[in-house]
């Protein structure tokens, strides 16, 4: 007989761990499974640090994203005592002239002065010999050009995995490491879960929910 939990949340990495954390949050039965043990080398997450930057030259639809983000980790780390979020500013440095695209956007510099004034973001533009009094660890043009705010920083995404996974267990997540799934398969009336546990086989349910 399966066992039925609301959401099983497959792959506990920074997506997974937040899932997992926010879907507990809630009140839903969560059941999460990852054949490693999160945080682990095997992600995209793996390593001490990742950008955070409240404007995005990818687009300024992500900036309410990151708004929230920097606000789960300031709560997690009141809850945990785990250093998550760090605040250092951001700087966005290019060069006059055609300059090639960064993550598809042709003039990131501007697309990210863009993005931050759509949303009324506290920056600076400032010139080559700006940034090189300021910030001396980078060799500079004097006609390159930098978008500056103080806001934007760095995340350590391992420590913010083992955060959201730790609160999501304090909430009642039941989440089993080092187990693998076989199969997944969706029936009428749910989606059902195979794994291999240590010693025998889980198989889970999640019910198919009215929307």
Known sequence: MAKTYDV????????????AYQLALRGASVLGL????PPHEQGSTHGDTRITRLACGEGPQYTPFVQRSHQIWRGLEEETGRPLLRQNGVVVIAGAGEVAPTHGV????EATVQSAKAWTLEHEVIDGGEIARRFPAFKVAADDQ????????FVRPENCIAAQ????RARG????????VRSFRQEKNGVVVVWCRAFDVGVAQAPLKPS
């Open 165 to 168: 996974l730790s609160r999501a």
């Open 146 to 153: 930098a978008y500056y705010d103080r806001l934007g920083g």
């Open 8 to 19: 099983i949340v497959l792959g506990l990495g920074a997506m997974g761990a937040s899932a």
């Open 106 to 109: 042709a003039k990131f510099l």
């Open 173 to 180: 997540a039941e989440l089993n490491m080092g187990e693998k």
């Open 34 to 37: 990852d054949q490693f043990t």
